[in-house]
């Protein structure tokens, strides 16, 4: 379990490095099992980027507390809202899917989803500068819906209401106002 002196990091998965999966338990088993069991194998395809966030334990292993996955994706120009819709020409939008993010029981409540998350836009952002991409897109599940609206997703009322996207565009706003002196 994290202490109060203990830096967190995060990083992009490494298969060489020396990480500690076992003790993680977001309380969903799925989210377990595919980092403990599917994630280094979809990775190692190519299928998708994994970021853990981790602290050295006192084996001095990195012991995982949090995680996310990038790969890219697309959403349909009908989940949407109305304004982006009518500025973009293609039937598919190309976008930065956001797999899976998870935290930890043991230090869940602390700002780590939020944290993770900001990391996963970020990257998308930076990502955004190499390659065209209009928004970082997940689906949700209903009781997930009030953090990734508090963040500033927009949820897509297209078929079940369960896609969210972030336009990078705002994201690149967003950033630029944190970098203004004041």
Request: proline residues 3%.
């Amino acid at each position: 379990m994290v202490g109060k002196n203990q830096q967190v990091s995060v990083e992009r998965y490494d298969a060489e490095s020396d990480y500690d999966f076992e003790p993680f338990d977001c309380g969903i088993e799925h989210l377990n099992q595919f980092l403990k069991s599917r994630m280094h194998k979809e990775a190692d395809k190519g299928l998708l980027v994994p970021y853990l966030c981790f602290y050295l334990n006192d084996e001095g292993k990195k012991e995982v507390i949090g995680y996310f996955t990038l790969s890219s994706g697309s959403i349909e120009k009908a989940a949407l809202t109305v304004r982006p819709r009518r500025d973009v020409s293609y039937s598919t939008v190309p976008c930065i899917l956001l797999g899976r993010l998870a935290v930890c029981q043991s230090v869940q409540g602390q700002g780590l989803g939020k944290f993770l998350l900001g990391k996963a836009i970020l990257q998308s952002l930076v990502s955004s500068k190499a390659i065209g991409v209009y928004a970082i897109a997940l689906r949700a599940e209903e009781h997930n819906w009030p953090f990734y609206l508090q963040a500033g997703f927009t949820q897509s009322k297209h078929h079940d209401g369960k896609t969210f996207f972030y336009s990078l565009k705002q994201a690149e706003q967003y950033y630029k106002t944190l970098a203004k002196p004041r």
